[in-house]
Each structure stands twice: as C-alpha cells, then as structure tokens.
C-alpha cells in the first residue's frame, strides 16, 4: 500500500470524524476506530495498541498487515476544542514525540518475527480547523495531504496529512 492508497482510505470515515469533532470531546480514539474499520473493509487485518519490540510499555497507535506487508501507525488528531493542538501539545511537540517512537522502531525486525515483510512507518495527522491545516500545510514533514472538497452548505473538510518515518 502506497501513502495515497492510505491517505484515501483513512478519510473514508471523514463525514463521522468532523461529527466527533462536534461533540467537543476527545476524539482519537473514535479516529483510530474509524481508521482501522476503513482498514477492515479493504482486507486489511489490524491491531490497536500493538507492541514495539523490545521498548516496554511502548505501543502504536494502530498496526495492520496489507497482504503479508505490516505497518504501524501513529495518529495525532487536532484538539476538538483547542485549535492547532494535537494530543495536548503543539503540532511541532506532537510530531518529534511520535517520530522518534517510529524512529527507533526496526520495521525489518518486527516484521520478520511475524513472518511477514516490512510495510511502511507512517505518522497520519488530521486537522479541521484553518490554523491547524495551515501548521500542516507549512511543514517540510508531510509528504502527502489528502482534502475532500468543500461542497455547499457542508462544514469545511478535515485536512489529512501523512508523513513517512525511515
């Protein structure tokens, strides 16, 4: 699975994910329930809080196999009543935080324990107000972004944006 392929399926979900984001309540974890019910649906078998290897109590937020390809997944989802907050930090805080738990992961090891073969290290972020879209936007460390369009008399799409970990 390619980042776009990912990227298209993660916002599957969207339309749920802005009315989470309404309630004004904590949401990610109703996005990684989203997210790994999209993964489903496209034949992908998944785990939430799977183990990193040799970290103790350490865990991704979402891990899944793509045909015998295994990924791990950290998601950070704007504050639904702080905007430009992710998981109670800045968007900066929030990334290197992440990036450094997929970081010191080796993707090689983990998938060879499991007999499988190594997929890719994403972090996925998603942001519906205009300041947190723009704290994405203006990141070298996204690769690739997916937005649905607006349509009329809908509330303004989330922006997903994905960055890869090597």
């Given at each position: 699975m390619n980042h776009d392929q990912f990227l298209m399926i993660a916002a599957q979900e969207e339309h749920q994910m802005v009315n989470a984001v309404g309630?004004?309540?904590?949401?990610e974890i109703i996005a990684h329930w989203f997210l790994c019910n999209s993964l489903s649906q496209q034949g992908c078998q998944v785990v939430r809080e799977f183990n990193y290897q040799a970290v103790a109590g350490q865990r991704t937020d979402i891990a899944f196999l793509h045909g015998n390809n295994l990924y791990y997944v950290?998601?950070?989802v704007e504050s639904a009543t702080n905007a430009g907050i992710f998981a109670g930090r800045s968007f900066n805080q929030a990334f290197q935080e992440d990036y450094n738990k997929l970081y010191d992961l080796n993707l090689s090891t983990r998938a060879a324990e499991m007999n499988r073969q190594p997929g890719k290290k994403w972090?996925?972020?998603?942001a519906y107000s205009d300041f947190g879209k723009n704290n994405l936007y203006s990141s070298y460390k996204f690769m690739s972004f997916y937005q649905h369009p607006h349509l009329p008399h809908q509330p303004p799409p989330m922006l997903f944006a994905l960055a890869e970990v090597d």
């Amino acid at each position: 699975m390619n980042h776009d392929q990912f990227l298209m399926i993660a916002a599957q979900e969207e339309h749920q994910m802005v009315n989470a984001v309404g309630q004004g309540a904590q949401w990610e974890i109703i996005a990684h329930w989203f997210l790994c019910n999209s993964l489903s649906q496209q034949g992908c078998q998944v785990v939430r809080e799977f183990n990193y290897q040799a970290v103790a109590g350490q865990r991704t937020d979402i891990a899944f196999l793509h045909g015998n390809n295994l990924y791990y997944v950290e998601t950070k989802v704007e504050s639904a009543t702080n905007a430009g907050i992710f998981a109670g930090r800045s968007f900066n805080q929030a990334f290197q935080e992440d990036y450094n738990k997929l970081y010191d992961l080796n993707l090689s090891t983990r998938a060879a324990e499991m007999n499988r073969q190594p997929g890719k290290k994403w972090i996925l972020f998603i942001a519906y107000s205009d300041f947190g879209k723009n704290n994405l936007y203006s990141s070298y460390k996204f690769m690739s972004f997916y937005q649905h369009p607006h349509l009329p008399h809908q509330p303004p799409p989330m922006l997903f944006a994905l960055a890869e970990v090597d």
